[in-house]
C-alpha cells in the first residue's frame, strides 16, 4: 500500500502545507479530509509564497485534488482562494479538482453564529479562540442532520427545503444572540448565484479514489490542524470541531482504513498553539520571543501571534499512539539555532504525581507542569542544510533525542520555508 496521510501532530501549523507539497511531487493525487478554512497552510517555491485554506496543496504542483466528504465548504471562501491561486499562475480546472458532492457547506449563517457565540463568552475560560469561520456550528447542522450538502445546489427545491429546516434551529438560537432571523430569500438567492461556479467541480468523490486505487495509483491525504486540536483526543473543549487524526483520513474520503497507508507526522521542534487553552510548555520569556520571531509564528488566517514553547515529547508520543504514526516530518529546525540550552518536557507533574501522558481532564491539564530535560543548543545555522551529514553534532543530537523519546522515526527533515530545504531520510511511499 503506497498511500501516505500526513497529519499534524501537534496543534497545527507544524508546516503540513509545506511538507505536502513537497510529497506531492511523488503522489498521484492529494485528499484534504476533515476541517475547513480554519486551515491555513503556507508554501514558499523559489520565493512565491502560496497560502492555501480549503484547496489541497498539491494544487500548486498541478497534482488532481480531492476536497473530502470531511471538509466544511464555504463556497464563497472557496471561489476566492481559486480566484487568488489562479492569479498567481496555478491552473484549477475541473480536471484537477474534485469537490465530494456529500460534504457540507458552510453557510453566512454559520460565521455569524460563531463569532457572536466568541463575543457573547465573557464567563472565565469560555471563549475558545477560534477561527470565527463558522467551523463549529457547520459541524453542528452536520451531525445535526440538517445541513446544506454540496449536491443539494443542483436543485432549488432541495435547497428550499433544507433552508426551512435550518431556520427552524438558527432562529430561536440567533434571538438569543441579539443576530435577526435568517432571511431565507436572500440565503437562497446567494445559494443559487454560487452554485454554477461550484457545481463543476462536484463528484462522488469516493469513486475517484476508487478508481484510483484500482489503478494503483499514489494517494496523499492532508490533514488539517493537529492531534491535540482533535475533537475527542484534544485538549477539549479547546479544539476544532472535527477529528483531526489519521483515522479520519479514511471516513473523511470515504476509502477504507486499509487504504490510509503509511502514516506521517508532522512535528515542529518546538511547540506553538493559537487560541485558548492549556499549553504546559508555554514561554513568556525571552525565548519565547526568539521562537515567536525567528519562526514567525503569526496565524495564516487570522493574524493571531501564536504562543510559543519548548518541544512537548509526551503530546508527541501521545500523537504518535493516536494517530498511528509510522515517520514524522520535523520542522523548523533551524529555528532553534542560535539557542544556548534546549529544554523538552518528558513528563507532566500533576497533583504531586509525575505522569508519561496527557490526562483527559481539563483541570489536570491546565494545572500541569513540565518536568524538562536539557539538551546544548547550538551557534551553526542548520537554517537551509540539505543534508544530513551537514547538520552539527548537537542538532543530531537533539533530533536523536527526540526519536527516542517519541518513539518514532525522522523521516524527513525540514530547514527553512522553502520546499527544497528538506531532507529525506527514508520515503514515506515506501513505507
Ligand atoms: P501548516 O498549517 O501545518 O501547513 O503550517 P503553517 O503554514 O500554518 O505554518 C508553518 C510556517 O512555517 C509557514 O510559514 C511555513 O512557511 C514555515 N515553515 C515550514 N517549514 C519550515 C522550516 O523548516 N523552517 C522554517 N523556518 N519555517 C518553516
Ligand atoms: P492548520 O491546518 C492552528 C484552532 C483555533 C482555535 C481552535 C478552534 O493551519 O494547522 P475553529 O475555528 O477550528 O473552531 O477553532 O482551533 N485552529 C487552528 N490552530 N492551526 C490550524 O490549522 C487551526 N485550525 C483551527 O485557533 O484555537
Ligand atoms: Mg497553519
Redesign the pocket.
Known amino acids: 500500500m503506497a498511500n501516505v496521510a500526513v497529519v499534524?501532530a501537534q496543534w497545527?501549523?507544524?508546516?503540513?502545507?509545506?511538507i505536502v507539497d513537497w510529497l506531492s511531487n511523488r503522489a498521484d493525487m492529494v485528499v484534504r479530509f476533515q476541517g475547513g478554512h480554519n486551515?491555513?497552510?503556507?508554501l514558499?517555491v523559489d520565493g512565491k509564497v502560496y497560502k492555501l485554506a480549503l484547496l489541497p496543496s498539491g494544487v500548486v504542483q498541478g497534482k488532481p485534488s480531492i476536497i473530502g466528504n470531511g471538509v466544511v465548504v464555504d463556497p464563497w471562501h472557496l471561489v476566492g482562494e481559486i480566484e487568488k491561486i489562479v492569479a498567481q499562475g496555478v491552473a484549477i480546472s475541473p480536471d484537477i479538482l474534485t469537490i465530494a458532492d456529500n460534504a457540507c457547506l458552510i453557510l453566512p449563517i454559520h460565521p455569524a453564529l460563531d463569532v457572536a457565540r466568541e463575543a457573547a463568552a465573557s464567563a472565565p475560560g469560555a471563549k475558545i479562540g477560534t477561527t470565527g469561520r463558522g467551523i463549529g456550528p457547520a459541524y453542528e447542522d452536520k451531525v445535526g442532520r440538517r445541513a446544506i450538502r454540496v449536491c443539494d445546489l443542483a436543485n432549488e427545491d432541495d435547497l428550499k427545503i433544507k433552508i426551512e429546516r435550518l431556520r427552524s434551529h438558527h432562529d430561536p438560537l440567533r434571538a438569543g444572540l441579539g443576530l435577526e432571523p435568517i432571511d431565507p430569500a436572500a440565503l437562497l438567492a446567494q445559494l443559487l448565484e454560487i452554485a454554477p461556479k461550484i457545481l463543476p467541480y462536484v463528484k462522488p468523490a469516493w469513486r475517484v479514489l476508487d478508481q484510483a486505487q484500482k489503478d494503483g495509483k499514489r494517494v496523499l491525504f492532508e490533514g488539517a490542524q493537529g492531534a491535540f486540536l482533535d475533537v475527542d483526543h484534544g485538549t477539549y473543549p479547546y479544539v476544532t470541531s472535527s477529528n483531526t487524526v489519521a483515522g479520519q483520513a479514511a471516513a473523511g474520503s470515504g476509502i477504507g482504513p486499509r487504504g490510509v497507508g503509511y502514516v506521517l507526522g508532522?512535528v515542529k521542534a518546538y511547540t506553538t498553539r493559537v487560541g485558548e487553552g492549556p499549553f504546559a510548555c508555554e514561554l513568556n520569556d525571552e525565548v519565547g520571543e526568539h521562537l515567536a520571531v525567528v519562526?514567525?509564528e503569526v496565524g495564516?488566517n487570522t493574524g493571531r501571534a501564536r504562543r510559543c514553547g519548548w518541544f512537548d515529547a509526551v503530546l508527541v508520543r501521545q500523537s504518535v499512539a493516536i494517530n498511528g504514526i509510522d515517520g514524522i516530518a520535523l520542522?523548523?529546525?533551524?529555528?532553534l539555532d542560535g539557542l544556548k540550552t534546549l529544554k523538552i518536557c518528558v513528563g507532566y507533574r500533576i497533583n504531586g504525581e509525575v505522569l508519561d501522558y496527557l490526562p483527559s481532564s481539563l483541570k489536570a491539564q491546565a494545572s500541569a507542569e513540565p518536568v524538562f530535560e536539557e539538551l546544548e543548543g547550538w551557534s551553526e545555522s542548520t537554517?537551509g542544510v540539505r543534508t544530513f551529514k551537514d547538520l552539527n553534532a548537537h542538532a543530531l543530537k537533539y533530533v536523536r533525542r527526540i526519536e527516542e523519546l517519541i518513539g518514532a522515526p525522522v523521516a524527513l527533515l525540514?530547514?527553512?520555508?522553502e520546499r527544497d530545504?528538506t531532507i529525506l531520510m527514508r520515503d514515506p511511499f515506501q513505507g
Open positions: 499534524g497545527g501549523d507544524e508546516g503540513k502545507g509545506k486551515a491555513g497552510h503556507t514558499v508532522i519562526g514567525r495564516v520542522t523548523k529546525l533551524d529555528v537554517a525540514s530547514t527553512s520555508p530545504d
